[in-house]
C-alpha cells in the first residue's frame, strides 16, 4: 500500500486516482478547480465515465480516496507524486506546459522528505529533465526526490479497464529506486512493463498518438478512393484489418479525429521535431487531412440538399465519440458551426454531453431525443457513434422528419437496410 498523490483530477488523474485507490492504496486527488473538489467531495461526478462513480463512492467509503485542493496537504502525505494536469495546445501547436512547472513547483516548495514525482500527463520529449531543474532550483538543501515518466494510454469512455488492464505500461525512471517503486506500485497489474529512460517513455506516447492518428487519416484518404471508385471502405477496413501486421482498430472512416488526445498531441509531436531539427511532413499531411473532414461533410451534405440556408437540420452525436461527455475539439462542434454560418435550423441530441454542449453552443436546439431532434428535419446526421443511435425506431424517426435523409458520417447503418426502410442513405467511404 503507498500513499499517492495525483495532482490534476481530470479524465486521466480522476481514473488515475480512482484505480489506485481499488488497488489498495491510500490517494489524494488534488486539482485547483475548487469547484470540481467540491463538487468530488459530494460524490457528484465532474465527467462521465462508466465505472468510475461506484469505483470512487466505493474507495471514498472505505477511506482510500479523498479530494484537496491543497497540493502541499498532498505531498506531505505522499510518497508518490502523480503529475496529471493539462498540457493544452498554444496558438501555435506546441504544448501548453504552464500547469506542468506551477505544480513542479509547489511540490518542490511543500516537499520535507524523499518523494518520487511522475509525470504522467503527455508531453514533450525532455519536460522530465524540466521537471527536475524546476524541482531542484525551489527545494530546500538535502531533500532528495526522483523524476520519472509514466505516461497514460487510457481511453475516455473503457477508462477504467484500460487503466487496469492495459497493453503495457511505459515507466521511465533515471535511478533504481524510481523504477523499482514503480514496479512495486504497478505488481498488481499484469502487463508488459517496458522500463526505459524518461525521454524514451515521453516519446513513446507522441509517437503512439501520432502512428493511431495515421491510421485514421490513412483509412479516410482510402475512403475518398472508395467513393470516387465505387469501393466499399467497410470492406477494405475488413480486409486490411485482418492483416496482423496492420490490424483493424482506428481504420473507421468517418469525420476525423477528435478529443484531447490526438489532435493536440499531433500538433505538439509536429511542434516538437521541428525544434529538434527535423520536419515531420508525413504527419502535417495526417494533420491536413484530417482538418479536411468537417468540410468534405458539408459539401456532402450540400450536394444532397441543396441549399443549407433555412434547412433544416438533425445532428446526432456531440462528443468527440462515444461513451464519452468530453467535446473537446469534437468534429460536431467545426460541423456545427459551419452550417449555422450557412444559415441552416440545427436540432442536436447526445446520450452524454448535453449539458456541457449547452454551455458551448449557441442558437441550436437542444433536443429530448433522437426523434425529437429529427422532427421537421430535411436531413439527419450521425456524428458520433453511440450504441443507442444504432437502434433507433427507423419508422418513428422517418414519419417525424420533412424528408427521410441520413448522411452518416460515421457508418452506422446498414444501407440497404436503411433503403428498404423508404430512407436516403449516404454513408462515407461507400
Ligand atoms: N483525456 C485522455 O483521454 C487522455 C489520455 C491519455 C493522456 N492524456 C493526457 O493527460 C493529461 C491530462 O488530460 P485530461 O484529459 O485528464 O485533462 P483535463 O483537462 O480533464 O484535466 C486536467 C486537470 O488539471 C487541473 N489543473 C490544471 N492546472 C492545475 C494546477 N496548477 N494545479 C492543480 N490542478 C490543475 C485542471 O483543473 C483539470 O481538472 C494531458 O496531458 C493529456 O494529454 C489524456
Known amino acids: 500500500m503507498y500513499n499517492i498523490a495525483v495532482i490534476g483530477t481530470g479524465y486521466v488523474g480522476l481514473v488515475t486516482g480512482a484505480c489506485f485507490a481499488e488497488l489498495g492504496n491510500r490517494v489524494i486527488c488534488v486539482d485547483n ?30 477511506g482510500r480516496i479523498s479530494f484537496s485542493c491543497s497540493i502541499k496537504k498532498a505531498v506531505k502525505e505522499s510518497l508518490v507524486i502523480f503529475i496529471a494536469v493539462g498540457t493544452p495546445p498554444k496558438e501555435d501547436g506546441d504544448a501548453d506546459l504552464t500547469a506542468i512547472e506551477n505544480v513542479s513547483k509547489s511540490i518542490a516548495l511543500d516537499m520535507d522528505s524523499y518523494k518520487l514525482i511522475v509525470g504522467k500527463s503527455t508531453v514533450p520529449v525532455d519536460t522530465g529533465k524540466w521537471i527536475e531543474h524546476t524541482i531542484k532550483i525551489n527545494l530546500s538543501k538535502g531533500i532528495s526526490f526522483d523524476v520519472a515518466s509514466n505516461p ?11 487503466f487496469l488492464n492495459p497493453d503495457r505500461i511505459v515507466i521511465g525512471a533515471a535511478s533504481k529506486k524510481a523504477k523499482d517503486l514503480l514496479l512495486d506500485l504497478y505488481k498488481p497489474i499484469k502487463a508488459p512493463k517496458i522500463i526505459t529512460d524518461i525521454k524514451s517513455a515521453e516519446l ?6 501520432s502512428f493511431l492518428a495515421t491510421k485514421v487519416s490513412y483509412i479516410n484518404a482510402i475512403s475518398k478512393i472508395c467513393e470516387l471508385s465505387g469501393a466499399d471502405v467497410l470492406k477494405v477496413a475488413e480486409g486490411m484489418g485482418l492483416d496482423k501486421r496492420i490490424g483493424r482498430a482506428f481504420l473507421d472512416a468517418g469525420l476525423g479525429f477528435g478529443g484531447f488526445c490526438l489532435p493536440k498531441d499531433l500538433d505538439a509531436f509536429i511542434k516538437i521535431s521541428e525544434k529538434l531539427g527535423y520536419d515531420f511532413q508525413l504527419l502535417k499531411i495526417v494533420r491536413s487531412i484530417n482538418e479536411k473532414q468537417a468540410s468534405d461533410f458539408i459539401k456532402k451534405i450540400k450536394s444532397s440538399i441543396w441549399n443549407i440556408k433555412s434547412k433544416r437540420i438533425a445532428v446526432l452525436g456531440l462528443s468527440f465519440k462515444p461513451n464519452t461527455d468530453d467535446l473537446r ?20 441530441f447526445d446520450p452524454q454531453s448535453m449539458s456541457k454542449a449547452k454551455g458551448i453552443l449557441k442558437d441550436v436546439y437542444f433536443a429530448k431525443d433522437a426523434y425529437d431532434a429529427a422532427k421537421g428535419c430535411d436531413c439527419l446526421l450521425i456524428v458520433t457513434e453511440w450504441n443507442e443511435f444504432k437502434e433507433l425506431d427507423f419508422a418513428k424517426l422517418k414519419k417525424n422528419m420533412r424528408y427521410p435523409l441520413i448522411i452518416d458520417g460515421r457508418n452506422l447503418y446498414d444501407k440497404d437496410n436503411l433503403s428498404r426502410l423508404g430512407f436516403t442513405y449516404i454513408g462515407t467511404g461507400r
Open 152 to 162: 497514460e494510454f487510457l481511453r475516455e469512455g473503457t477508462a477504467i479497464d484500460d
Open 204 to 209: 513513446i506516447k507522441h509517437a503512439c498518438n
Open 33 to 62: 478547480d475548487r469547484e470540481k473538489i467540491k463538487k468530488l467531495k459530494s460524490l457528484i461526478m465532474p465527467i462521465y465515465e462508466p465505472g468510475l462513480e461506484e469505483m470512487i463512492k466505493r474507495n471514498v467509503k472505505e
Open 329 to 348: 475539439f469534437a468534429p460536431s462542434l467545426k460541423i456545427i458551426e459551419k452550417l449555422k454560418e450557412e444559415g441552416a435550423g440545427l436540432r442536436v
